[in-house]
């Protein structure tokens, strides 16, 4: 698939995942299934579930190679996916190296002036699409990079990058805001410029999730079935037992959002497996 001659991530050549299975530039609007089709061979796909609206070019747009996303209600987060809840036609993946380049444009000098956002904001994120067609089923969530801002209308000062984060039957679930951990989500918070363009690198393997901001060493988080151990500098919860499988064995979508007065883009997504 690597035509473009992508060079391969040196943590990917490290644990030998040097096959480029899903990649996206933006180049145009053609990997985007604007009619909500629903057949096979988009990458990213218009159709939400949960009764939702889909997606439209009132949503997003394409411009010099970047994908903008300022979506019209936030869904908790599900913009464009890379699985059509409807047909389930798709891609999804278990274990792998994700690597993206991604900007938060609304960076203001003056603070005053800054919008609270609308309910959501950017987000590049996982979860198994099984989930929507079986409620009580337990499952795994990957926050790769959630920026909610804040809920009081002031100045955000960056964004929070989670490493993974497990819901176990909807019982639980972290705010993302605050960067505080709940029963073993490994929440690392990075503060960064809005405005600036940055690449987050995500290692997932049998037992771990690792990450790069930047080239950079962000947190690792480690984890077997009841056990996890968390970055000694982060806070955390008593994890639940038994749950850290689903880490191991659940295939999960690429899910991307953006929101209103809280947008995002994005130049570019891949994913590296065995």
């Given at each position: 698939?690597?035509?473009?001659n992508?060079?391969i991530?040196?943590i990917?050549?490290?644990?030998?995942m040097r096959?480029l299975?899903?990649?996206?530039?933006?180049?145009?609007?053609d990997?985007?299934d604007l009619e909500?089709e629903g057949?096979?061979?988009y990458k990213?796909?218009?159709?939400?579930?949960?009764?939702?609206?889909p997606l439209?070019?009132?949503?997003?747009?394409i411009?010099?190679?970047?994908l903008?996303?300022?979506q019209h209600d936030s869904?908790?987060?599900?913009g464009?996916?890379?699985?059509?809840?409807?047909?389930?036609?798709?891609?999804t993946?278990?274990?792998g190296?994700?690597e993206?380049?991604f900007r938060?444009?609304?960076y203001?000098e003056?603070k005053t002036?800054?919008?609270?956002?609308d309910?959501g904001?950017?987000?590049?994120?996982?979860?198994p699409?099984d989930k929507?067609?079986?409620?009580a089923?337990?499952?795994?969530?990957?926050d790769?990079?959630?920026y909610w801002?804040t809920?009081?209308?002031?100045?955000?000062g960056?964004?929070y990058?989670?490493?993974?984060?497990?819901?176990?039957?909807s019982?639980?679930?972290?705010?993302?805001?605050?960067?505080?951990?709940w029963?073993?989500?490994?929440?690392?918070?990075?503060?960064?410029?809005?405005?600036?363009?940055h690449?987050?690198?995500?290692?997932?393997?049998t037992g771990?999730?690792?990450s790069w901001?930047d080239?950079?060493?962000?947190v690792?988080q480690?984890?077997d079935n009841g056990?996890v151990?968390?970055?000694a500098k982060f806070?955390?919860g008593e994890p639940?037992e038994?749950?850290?499988?689903y880490?191991?064995?659940?295939?999960?979508?690429?899910?991307?959002s953006?929101a209103?007065n809280n947008?995002l883009?994005?130049?570019?997504?891949?994913?590296?497996?065995?």
């Open positions: 698939m690597n035509k473009k992508i060079p991530p040196e990917a050549e490290k644990y030998g096959h299975v899903f990649e996206d530039d933006f180049d145009s609007y990997t985007i909500g057949t096979y061979g990213w796909y218009t159709t939400r579930p949960f009764r939702a609206k439209t070019k009132d949503d997003f747009r411009e010099n190679s970047v903008y996303l300022e869904l908790y987060n599900y464009l996916a890379t699985v059509n809840p409807r047909t389930r036609q798709g891609f993946f278990n274990k190296v994700l993206f380049r938060i444009p609304h203001y003056d002036k800054y919008t609270e956002p309910c904001g950017p987000a590049i994120w996982s979860f699409p929507i067609y079986d409620t089923l337990e499952w795994v969530e990957m790769w990079m959630e801002g809920h009081d209308g002031t100045w955000p960056g964004h990058t989670t490493t993974f984060h497990h819901t176990k039957r019982t639980l679930h972290d705010s993302g805001v605050t960067g505080s951990n029963a073993g989500h490994a929440k690392a918070p990075q503060i960064l410029s809005d405005g600036e363009w690449t987050l690198t995500f290692l997932w393997d771990i999730v690792d901001l080239g950079e060493h962000a690792c480690i984890f056990r151990e968390p970055p806070k955390h639940f038994g749950v850290y499988e880490m191991n064995e659940q295939f999960v979508a690429l899910i991307i953006g209103k947008p883009e994005i130049d570019w997504i891949r994913v590296w497996q065995r």
